[in-house]
């Protein structure tokens, strides 16, 4: 059989080049149609790499459409405070119950009500905190 890359020309193979990993969030999510929210709604990340999130859906999204993602990040900020993850993308695929959204921009949010002092070996930064 003919090779391509190392590998069998009729081998199944992933294409993708970003690494992916499997992130079991909820997730909530918001269309948007310039500056209004055409549609909300909630799901679980399936999986995330730095080029995209693929996410259940509770409807088919219209592919093509602006979306900000949020969600609760799994790791806290210096063992102490959580940190919510906005991703803003563009719809690129969905079906009924799933959507992959590739990223354009993202950015960690600390959550909570308090304000939380960085200690480190420098000048101590404040963060405040958004709830």
Sequence with gaps: MEKLHGRSLGEDRDRRVKRRFRIDQEVSYKMLYGQRIAETGAGRTLNISSGGVWFTTQNML?????????LTWPVLLNDSCRMKLMIYGCVVRSNERTAAVA????EFR???GRVF?????????EFRLLG
Excluded: D, N
């Design 103 to 106: 990223i354009e921009r993202y």
């Design 117 to 125: 002092q960085h200690q480190g070996p420098s000048t101590p930064v």
């Design 110 to 112: 600390t959550s909570g």
């Design 62 to 70: 219209t592919s093509g459409m602006p979306i900000e993602l949020s």
